[in-house]
């Protein structure tokens, strides 16, 4: 096996290579009813947004070599399920890659063997999967100062959300921090479906369904933001992860993302493809610039987005992680792999419960630190602690916990050290059926699958997913055990044996 400091010798080389190369080169929801385009005009011009001509696919011979440059987040598992093809096959054709390899080197320059499918859609790349999360590029965004400075609607806008009254900004914001979608992203959408950020009338009928996903748990401009969220996270890791790998349009006619594609662009891909029919989705992916795509909106209210840097590095490693409970304490496995946050992808949490404790019984054990750090979010139900200390929850590795009691919970500000409490299992905060903690982890803004090429291990137990969300196991050496929403005795572990 290939030691963590050979590997970090084999991406230095990658790097060396990527360089060289550079320098060579230069360079389970109802299908609602489509609702009208009404992105509002720029004030002035601005460039095309795809000023060079896109490539055609032809129809490639089977096992056919490819040439590919790395994306930020991809490993050899999204690659193999993009292209048709197998892991192995990817390493046969090249060879530099460790056979442990995490994420791969963003530039790193590939041959992939194709395998061809039909119905493939554009290779237009609308967005820079840094631009999605709400991570390191988002640090110095203001969202109430950008709305103040524009005539938009949306800068005078309240509404109860989140159990308070909050303006325009504040929801997006909370919906950024809940999901982690950069708020940029969110108020590039409101902007192109409603005029939001420059249209000083608004659309009417904000209660109701202003984004058009008609479904009466999601009334209001606020659910809707919600939803949206909640599709483009689904379409992002879905895409990262292989379980999203085709579009369905309400006509039945369906369309596979190009296999370049970013997950950035395939997300927001994905979320149109829920509200528009077939004509309304290609005019907003399209990348000839014109006022109706949604790449030019974006690029009229931010600028160009792809002067970002990747925010996944290669070689992407988790720190030291203990079991978030205290030691010699028995807890229940009680929860695999699932969502971090709303429903669906991505499967970034897990869920521990105290033994003995059922339904929302009070809890007076502790959850702990699983990694020292400072908290920068409390609040019903939720602590975050951020690990690099720098008190900005969108860099670095950072550690979610649900479902925190208020009492004694963790305030803002404090500094802990590995395994010191931070709070008491609950039923406070999302939806819960019982008291329990969910815990998941972020880097850079981007929810870390907890089955994946960077997997979840505390204090040596590696999750799995399983056949659905929830389900899944955990693995220490020889042991496995098995989640178990009743506590069974099989699901126990106990912290430090």
């Known amino acids: 096996m290939r030691t963590m400091k050979a590997k970090l010798i084999s991406f230095q080389r990658l790097g060396f290579l ?75 054709a090249n060879p530099i890659i460790p056979s442990d390899a995490t994420t791969l080197p963003p530039g790193l320059p590939l041959q992939i063997p194709i395998y061809y499918e039909p119905f493939w859609g554009t290779p237009f790349k609308m967005l820079p999967n840094s631009q999605f999360v709400n991570g390191p590029a988002q640090s110095d965004f203001n969202t109430q100062a950008f709305l103040s400075s524009h005539l938009g609607w949306l800068n005078s806008y309240e509404q109860y959300a989140g159990n308070k009254q909050r303006s325009g900004a504040e929801i997006v914001d909370y919906i950024a921090s809940n999901f982690s979608i950069s708020p940029r992203l969110l108020l590039a ?121 990747s925010h996944i590095p290669g070689s992407l490693e988790q720190p030291e992680m203990r079991l978030p409970f205290e030691e010699g304490k028995t807890w229940a496995y009680t929860g695999g792999p699932h969502t971090g946050w709303g429903t669906g992808d991505p499967w970034a949490a897990i869920d521990f419960a105290p033994a003995g404790v059922s339904g929302c019984e009070k809890s007076n054990t502790w959850a702990v630190a699983v990694a020292s750090g400072v908290v920068t979010r409390s609040e019903t139900g939720i602590v975050e602690l951020d690990l690099d200390g720098d008190g900005d929850p969108r860099t670095g590795w950072v550690i979610f916990y649900l479902h925190i009691a208020s009492q004694d919970r963790a305030r803002v500000g404090e500094r802990l050290n590995v395994g010191d409490p931070l709070g008491h299992p609950s039923c406070e905060g999302g939806t819960s059926t019982g008291t329990h903690i969910h815990v998941a982890r972020k880097y850079n803004g981007e929810w870390m699958p907890a089955d994946g090429a960077v997997p979840l291990n505390l204090s040596g137990w590696v999750a799995h997913n399983g056949a659905q969300p929830y389900k899944g196991t955990l693995t220490r050496f020889t042991k496995t055990i098995t989640s178990s929403e009743k506590s069974s005795p099989e699901s126990q572990l106990t912290a430090g044996e």
């Open 189 to 309: 959408i409101l902007e192109y479906q409603l005029g939001a950020v420059r249209d000083p009338v608004s659309p009417g009928a904000l209660d109701l369904y202003p984004l058009g996903y008609e479904d009466r748990e999601h009334k209001g401009l606020y659910l809707q933001l919600v939803w949206a969220a909640n599709a483009l996270n689904h379409g992002y890791y879905g895409w990262l992860t292989g379980r999203l790998d085709t579009l369905e349009f309400s006509d039945g006619t369906i369309e596979n993302p190009d296999p370049w594609q970013n997950a950035a662009s395939v997300a927001l891909q994905y979320y149109f493809s829920l509200l528009f029919s077939p004509g309304q989705f290609h005019t907003a992916i399209a990348g000839e610039g014109g006022e109706q795509s949604f790449a030019q909106t974006y690029q009229d209210l931010f600028g160009d987005p792809w002067q970002t840097p």
């Open 18 to 92: 990527i360089l060289v190369v550079g320098m060579a080169l230069s360079a389970c929801q109802p299908q609602p009813a489509p609702p009208p385009l009404t992105p509002t005009p720029s004030p002035s011009p601005t460039p095309a947004v795809s000023p060079t001509p896109l490539p055609e696919r032809p129809a490639y011979n089977p096992g056919e070599l490819v040439d590919y440059m790395a994306q930020t987040g991809d490993t050899l598992t999204n690659l193999a399920v993009r292209f048709n093809t197998s892991i192995a096959e990817i390493q046969e």
